[in-house]
């Protein structure tokens, strides 16, 4: 209903104010994200984990997380490291509110699955069900915006993908988990969703930002469990899940 109206009313809404770029310093006219901006998004550095898409690998293969506890989802596809223009116009989405932005931030996401041919394929078999991964409806409710829901529509949307059925629903409520360890965070995401049967679909589960991946652990061993057959991850940014491995600030430098 909320989002009917919102479809029904951005027209009017734009003429009265005019999209500007959510980005920090830039504010270019005629768009939520311009082309500059979506420029300097940066990819994720070579190598990251096969699995997770851990960045900052010493060297290529699994993290140390996937090769000690494989996740239930057979790859990650993130758009960039969660910095800079990316960063700002999740937060416009997420904590803001400005549902417009899922659109090129989807639609470029989209793009960059294809130009990376992702996920692989068998020959003659179609494309994944996009599936949002669902955040509480509390939390919903609180920020105004289901972000994983619109990202997974404007994703799909672009690529032509059909959307999963709702399947997977939040157990319980979770603890926040800014600032827990991976640890923590997983045994805090212990039950968290609830998946109705599948029938071996392939599903491709989509998030704004992957860290630590213990949401997306246990949503994907939610949905193994319940029947899925092959599940992927894709999400717009990546953070590192440690922060011990992270190059300091400055310039691009060059990546282990
Ligand atoms: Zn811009
Ligand atoms: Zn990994």
């Known amino acids: 209903m909320f989002d009917a109206l919102q479809r029904?009313?951005?027209?009017?809404?734009?003429?009265?104010?005019?999209?500007?770029?959510?980005?920090?310093?830039?504010?270019?006219?005629?768009?939520?994200?311009?082309?500059?901006?979506?420029?300097?998004?940066?990819?994720?550095?070579?190598?990251?984990?096969?699995?997770?898409?851990?960045?900052?690998?010493?060297?290529?293969?699994?993290?140390?997380n996937c090769l000690a506890d494989a996740p239930d989802f057979s790859g990650a596809f993130c758009l960039g490291l969660y910095e800079g223009p990316l960063l700002d116009a999740v937060h416009a989405l997420k904590y803001r509110g400005l549902r417009a932005v899922a659109k090129p931030l989807g639609g470029a996401l989209a793009q960059a699955m294809l130009w990376s041919d992702w996920p692989p394929r068998a020959a003659g078999a179609g494309p994944p069900l996009v599936l949002a991964l669902p955040s509480h409806p509390r939390r919903v409710l609180r920020r105004g915006v289901d972000h994983s829901a619109v990202i997974a529509r404007s994703l799909a949307d672009r690529l032509g993908w059909p959307l999963a059925p709702e399947r997977l629903h939040r157990g319980?409520?979770?603890?926040?988990?800014?600032?827990?360890?991976?640890?923590?965070?997983?045994?805090?995401?212990?039950?968290?969703?609830?998946?109705?049967?599948?029938?071996?679909?392939?599903?491709?589960?989509?998030?704004?930002?992957?860290?630590?991946?213990?949401?997306?652990?246990?949503?994907?061993?939610?949905?193994?469990?319940?029947?899925?057959?092959?599940?992927?991850?894709?999400?717009?940014?990546?953070?590192?899940?440690?922060?011990?491995?992270?190059?300091?600030?400055?310039?691009?430098q060059s990546l282990p």
């Open 8 to 64: 029904l009313f951005a027209p009017l809404l734009d003429l009265v104010f005019p999209p500007r770029c959510v980005v920090r310093g830039c504010r270019a006219a005629g768009g939520w994200l311009c082309q500059a901006c979506l420029n300097k998004i940066r990819p994720l550095p070579e190598p990251h984990c096969l699995r997770c898409a851990e960045p900052w690998l010493v060297r290529p293969g699994l993290c140390a």
């Open 172 to 252: 319980r409520a979770t603890a926040d988990q800014v600032g827990l360890s991976i640890q923590e965070r997983r045994a805090n995401m212990a039950d968290a969703f609830v998946s109705a049967a599948w029938e071996r679909q392939d599903l491709l589960l989509v998030d704004d930002v992957l860290t630590t991946g213990a949401t997306a652990r246990a949503a994907a061993q939610a949905l193994r469990r319940a029947g899925a057959g092959t599940v992927w991850l894709a999400t717009l940014a990546r953070a590192a899940s440690s922060l011990r491995d992270r190059p300091g600030p400055g310039p691009r």
